[in-house]
T-cell receptor
Framework: EPEVTQTPSHQVTQMGQEVILRCVPISNHLYFYWYRQILGQKVEFLVS????????KSEIFDDQFSVERPDGSNFTLKIRSTKLEDSAMYFC????????????FGQGTRLTVV | GENVEQHPSTLSVQEGDSAVIKCTYS??????FPWYKQELGKRPQLIID?????GEKKDQRIAVTLNKTAKHFSLHITETQPEDSAVYFC?????????????FGKGTHLIIQP
């Protein structure tokens, strides 16, 4: 069964550093998402991406964040100048089409900012 | 934007009994309501979903009901088993709304007592 894959599984970074989280969505999917889950809390929507541009973004997704699809397979989330409160599990997801079709989640990248 | 409330935050039931988790949503435009199961340290996985054109959907021991007028939907698990222990998240989104992300509830920690 096809799945969304994310690398790395765990990233430790110093406060103020930049990190790039990587995702390979399911190959025939068109919509890509990043979500964040702070430990013990709910999953929060960050951004959606379609046709090589951001489709929607939440209040969390400020200028510190950016997304990119640098090639035909990868989808990345860049966090500039990380803060302690950026520590969370970051999930990538993809869906075949928008909104109401099943979103498949990757296994997540645990980001720890120290 | 959409707001999803979920209750209870923790639910403990005896093995073999039924469990019910309830969610309400605020945006009447939402028309897609998935439920995700998340085991500790793992990715959210879709277990069942419902669209606003139906009132109930069932898949073996799991069922979901939707009341569009009241803007609430519920997950029902019958004959609970130890492997049902997990955190369950409800979510809402707009199908065909242009890659709107899922808005999740805060989750319910379901504990199955042997």
């Amino acid at each position: 069964e096809p799945e969304v894959t994310q690398t790395p599984s765990h990233q430790v970074t110093q406060m103020g550093q930049e990190v790039i989280l990587r995702c390979v969505p399911i190959s025939n999917h068109l919509y890509f998402y990043w979500y964040r889950q702070i430990l013990g809390q709910k999953v929060e929507f960050l951004v959606s991406f379609y046709n090589n541009e951001i489709s929607e973004k939440s209040e969390i997704f400020d200028d510190q964040f950016s997304v990119e699809r640098p090639d035909g397979s990868n989808f990345t989330l860049k966090i500039r100048s990380t803060k302690l409160e950026d520590s969370a599990m970051y999930f990538c997801a993809s869906s075949a089409w928008d909104g109401g079709t099943e979103a498949f989640f990757g296994q997540g990248t645990r980001l720890t900012v120290v | 934007g959409e707001n999803v409330e979920q209750h209870p935050s923790t639910l403990s039931v005896q093995e073999g009994d039924s469990a019910v988790i309830k969610c309400t949503y605020s945006d009447s435009a939402s028309n897609y309501f998935p439920w995700y199961k998340q085991e500790l340290g793992k990715r959210p996985q879709l277990i069942i979903d419902i669209r606003s054109n139906v009132g109930e959907k069932k898949d073996q021991r799991i069922a979901v009901t939707l009341n569009k007028t009241a803007k609430h939907f519920s997950l029902h698990i019958t004959e609970t088993q130890p492997e049902d222990s997990a955190v369950y998240f409800c979510a809402a989104s707009i199908e065909g709304g242009g890659a709107d992300g899922l808005t999740f509830g805060k989750g319910t920690h379901l504990i199955i007592q042997p």
